[in-house]
C-alpha cells in the first residue's frame, strides 16, 4: 500500500512559485552561468523544474530533497547553468538542516565543509594558480555558508522551545503552588474555626435540649445561662474570624493564639459546661518553653477532646494528660465511654480529623478509640493521646 505523501507546507509552494519564474526569467534573458558545455542552452532548463520541484518537499523530506538536489546541481554543470538553480540549492541545504533530523543538522555542516577543503585543495592542486581559491569560496557560499546559517537558525528555534517549555512549566509548578496554598489555608481556616466554635455551638446544643426537656424552671434558667455565654463567645470569635478574612489590607491583627497556659481556664469553662474535668499536667513549672507550634496544636487537641466528650461522653470523669518527655510533648485526653444520659449532640468526625492532621504537621503521631477502663473492671474510656516532637534547639521560645 503506498505511503501517503505529505502536502507541501505553503511558503514553500511560493518560493517554488517564485524561484521558478525567476529562473525560467533569467533563461528567456539569455543569462547563464557557464561556457562550453556538452549541453545546450536548453538543457538548463530541466534541472531548474526539478531543483523547483525538489522545494516543495523541502520541509516534509529535507533529506531526502538534499540528496536529490546534490545529484541535480552535479547534472547542471554539464549545461549553461542558472543561478536560480544554485540559489534554490543553497535553500535545500539550509532546510536539511532547519528541518531535518538532529543527526542530520550536526553532520550536513561537517561534511560541506570537508567539502569545501577538499575542493580548494584539489583545484589548486590541478591549476596550480591562486585563482583555485576562488572555487572553493563558490563551493563554501553555495554549501558550508547555508548549512552554517541554519545550524544558527535551529540553534535559535530549539533555545527558544526550551525558554517556552521552561515557563509553561514555571506557570505550572506556580499554579501547583498556588492550589497547594489554598487548600492549606482551607484547612487551616477549617481547623481554627471547628475548634474556637465548635465547642460552643455544641454546649448550646447539649443546654437547649436539655432546658426543653426538662421541665423544670432553675434547670431552664441554669440552661439558658449557659447558652448565652457560649452565644455570645462564639459569637465573638466568628465576628473576629470575618473581619480578619475581610479585612484585606492587613490592618486588622489575629488575636494571640492560645497556649497551654490556658489550659486551666479551658477545664473551667468545660466544667461550667458540664462535664467533670481533672487536669494532670506533670510538666515543671519552670521548665523550657514549648515552640509556640507545638503548644497550641496540644491546646487545640485539648479543646477538641473536651469538646467530643461533652457531645458524646457517658457520665463520668474526663482526664486530661501532659507529660514533656525528652524531645516530645504527650497529650492524653480519656473519658466514660458508653451509652451517654441525656441529650447528645450530632458529630460528623471532622474533629479527630484535625488533631490528626495537628499531630500530622509536626511530625508527630496520634491515635483515637475506645479502651478499657485502668480503674473500673469491664468499663471502657475513649483515648485520644497525640505524641508532639519538641526539638531542644526549638525550646526556650516564648509560645
Known amino acids: 500500500m503506498p505511503l501517503p505523501l505529505a502536502r507541501p507546507d505553503v511558503v514553500d509552494v511560493r518560493i517554488c512559485a517564485v524561484s521558478l519564474l525567476s529562473g525560467v526569467l533569467l533563461w528567456s534573458l539569455g543569462l547563464h552561468m557557464q561556457q562550453d558545455r556538452p549541453?545546450?542552452?536548453?538543457?538548463?532548463?530541466?534541472p531548474l523544474f526539478v531543483m523547483a520541484g525538489?522545494?516543495?518537499?523541502?520541509?516534509?523530506?529535507?533529506?531526502?530533497?538534499?540528496?536529490?538536489?546534490?545529484?541535480?546541481?552535479?547534472?547542471?554543470?554539464?549545461?549553461?547553468?542558472?543561478?536560480?538553480?544554485?540559489?534554490?540549492?543553497?535553500?535545500?541545504?539550509?532546510?536539511?538542516?532547519?528541518?531535518?533530523?538532529?543527526?542530520?543538522?550536526?553532520?550536513?555542516?561537517?561534511?560541506?565543509?570537508?567539502?569545501?577543503?577538499?575542493?580548494?585543495?584539489g583545484f589548486l592542486a590541478w591549476f596550480r594558480e591562486p585563482e583555485a581559491i576562488l572555487v572553493g569560496a563558490v563551493t563554501a557560499l553555495v554549501s558550508f555558508t547555508p548549512a552554517t546559517t541554519g545550524v544558527l537558525v535551529r540553534n535559535h528555534r530549539e533555545a527558544?522551545?526550551?525558554?517556552?517549555?521552561?515557563?509553561e512549566?514555571?506557570?505550572?509548578?506556580?499554579?501547583?503552588?498556588?492550589?497547594?496554598?489554598?487548600?492549606?489555608?482551607?484547612?487551616?481556616?477549617?481547623?481554627?474555626?471547628?475548634?474556637?466554635?465548635?465547642?460552643?455551638l455544641s454546649a448550646i446544643a447539649i443546654h437547649s435540649t436539655a432546658a426543653l426537656s426538662l421541665d423544670d424552671p432553675r434547670t431552664t434558667k441554669?440552661?439558658?445561662?449557659?447558652?448565652?455565654?457560649?452565644?455570645?463567645?462564639?459569637?465573638?470569635?466568628?465576628?473576629?474570624?470575618?473581619?480578619?478574612?475581610?479585612?484585606?489590607?492587613?490592618?486588622?491583627?489575629?488575636?494571640?493564639?492560645?497556649?497551654?497556659?490556658?489550659?486551666?481556664s479551658l477545664v473551667e469553662s468545660a466544667r461550667t459546661n458540664g462535664l467533670?474535668?481533672?487536669?494532670?499536667?506533670?510538666?515543671?513549672?519552670?521548665?523550657?518553653?514549648?515552640?509556640?507550634?507545638?503548644?497550641?496544636?496540644?491546646?487545640?487537641?485539648?479543646?477538641?477532646?473536651l469538646t467530643n466528650a461533652l457531645k458524646h461522653a457517658s457520665p463520668g470523669l474526663v482526664t486530661v494528660f501532659l507529660d514533656q518527655q525528652p524531645g516530645a510533648l504527650r497529650v492524653r485526653v480519656t473519658s466514660p465511654y458508653g451509652e451517654a444520659r441525656g441529650p447528645r449532640a450530632?458529630?460528623?468526625?471532622?474533629?479527630?480529623?484535625?488533631?490528626?492532621?495537628?499531630?500530622?504537621?509536626?511530625?508527630?503521631?496520634?491515635?483515637?478509640?475506645p479502651e478499657a477502663h485502668p480503674d473500673v473492671p469491664g468499663a471502657k474510656v475513649w483515648r485520644v493521646e497525640a505524641r508532639l516532637p519538641v526539638d531542644p534547639k526549638d525550646q526556650g521560645v516564648p509560645e
Not at 533529506?63 to 547542471?76: E, I, N, R, S, Y
Not at 514555571?170 to 465547642?199: G, P, Y
Open 276 to 305: 467533670d474535668v481533672r487536669l494532670d499536667d506533670t510538666r515543671a513549672p519552670d521548665g523550657p518553653a514549648l515552640p509556640a507550634p507545638v503548644g497550641l496544636a496540644a491546646y487545640r487537641i485539648v479543646q477538641e477532646s
Open 160 to 167: 527558544a522551545d526550551l525558554a517556552r517549555l521552561r515557563a
Open 39 to 46: 549541453l545546450g542552452h536548453a538543457w538548463s532548463l530541466l
Open 169 to 200: 512549566q514555571t506557570a505550572l509548578l506556580a499554579e501547583v503552588d498556588r492550589t497547594q496554598a489554598v487548600t492549606a489555608e482551607r484547612a487551616r481556616m477549617a481547623r481554627e474555626l471547628h475548634d474556637m466554635v465548635a465547642n460552643h
Open 346 to 369: 450530632p458529630g460528623s468526625g471532622a474533629g479527630l480529623v484535625g488533631m490528626e492532621e495537628r499531630a500530622g504537621l509536626l511530625g508527630g503521631s496520634f491515635e483515637s478509640g
Open 54 to 121: 525538489l522545494e516543495l518537499t523541502r520541509r516534509t523530506a529535507p533529506q531526502c530533497a538534499l540528496v536529490a538536489g546534490t545529484f541535480t546541481l552535479v547534472a547542471d554543470q554539464f549545461t549553461t547553468g542558472n543561478l536560480a538553480t544554485v540559489v534554490m540549492f543553497t535553500d535545500l541545504v539550509y532546510a536539511a538542516v532547519v528541518y531535518g533530523t538532529p543527526a542530520a543538522a550536526r553532520r550536513i555542516p561537517v561534511t560541506t565543509g570537508l567539502i569545501t577543503v577538499a575542493v580548494t585543495v
Open 222 to 264: 441554669d440552661a439558658l445561662t449557659v447558652i448565652r455565654e457560649n452565644s455570645v463567645e462564639g459569637l465573638a470569635e466568628m465576628r473576629r474570624l470575618i473581619g480578619i478574612l475581610r479585612d484585606s489590607s492587613g490592618d486588622l491583627e489575629p488575636a494571640a493564639a492560645p497556649t497551654l497556659d490556658g489550659l486551666g
